[in-house]
């Protein structure tokens, strides 16, 4: 698992875990995390077990979501815990000892503190979702469980890298439709009318705008590492038929 220095004796225990140190074998090798795809469901569950476990939380402290690439956000209380996971793409709690946790193989993860107001966030952020708002979604509902924005530290995770994510020539529309200073996010690449996209970048500039305290960013390109790092897009052009989702998360300390 990653961590940032930033974090530690604030208060909080967080991880954006890789895909090493599970059970999971196959193209699930090894610390598959997602409910969602088709390895074993045991594996899955002691993976995720293993995951709480290195935080020295229990397996049952995990919350997670079905995600769709929304702008949708759910409050988490540990008084009543919902009976499925919701749907949405980012969470939000007050509670201690109640890992929120987000799924990600490629998608952009963002953790979200404010360890004086003691309220925690975990955000999917995919383009869509990203493009959507889901991380000013998220930063808000924080607002709304008494979090101040400049008391925020948002920590980015490892993504698909700017020189892995080629799109087609009608990606960048809706983009530049929102702002035409987004064309910065994208360059030409080797296939004529095609582009390469910088996610992390365009996930960074929406974040800078919000006035948080501090902007976290780990490096790592997911669709370029596979000894450390599950990816859709890599899975996909390998031919594969499904692939594993690595596991972000972040609880506040009682």
Not at 8 to 36: P, Q
Not at 223 to 234: G, T
Request: aromatic share 8%; glycine share 12%.
């Amino acid at each position: 698992m990653i961590q940032l220095e930033e974090f530690e004796g604030r208060g909080v225990r967080h991880a954006f875990f890789t895909r090493r140190g599970g059970v999971s074998t196959g193209i699930y090798h090894s610390l598959n995390c997602g409910l969602g795809s088709d390895d074993d469901p045991n594996a899955v569950r002691a993976n995720r077990a293993r995951a709480m476990a290195a935080l020295d939380l229990p397996a049952e402290a995990l919350v997670t979501c079905h995600q769709y690439h929304s702008a949708e956000v759910a409050v988490i209380d540990a008084g009543a815990l919902p009976a499925e996971p919701p749907k949405v793409d980012a969470l939000v709690t007050t509670s201690p000892d109640l890992a929120l946790g987000i799924m990600t193989a490629d998608c952009g993860p963002v953790l979200f503190a404010d360890t004086t107001d003691k309220v925690v966030g975990a955000a999917h952020a995919g383009w869509r979702g990203a493009l959507g708002g889901v991380l000013e979604a998220t930063v808000d509902a924080m607002i709304d469980q008494g979090a101040r924005a400049d008391n925020i530290i948002a920590a980015i995770g490892p993504m698909i890298g700017p020189s892995s994510y080629e799109v087609g020539p009608e990606f960048p529309a809706p983009f530049l439709e929102q702002e035409a200073g987004n064309g910065a996010f994208f360059r030409a690449a080797e296939r004529e009318g095609h582009y390469l996209f910088n996610l992390p970048g365009y996930i960074g500039a929406r974040l800078a705008r919000l006035g948080l305290g501090d902007i976290l960013r780990l490096d790592g390109d997911t669709y370029r590492d596979p000894a450390n790092f599950f990816s859709y897009r890599r899975s996909t052009h390998r031919g594969e038929p499904d692939y594993g989702r690595m596991l972000s998360t972040i609880a506040l300390e009682t």
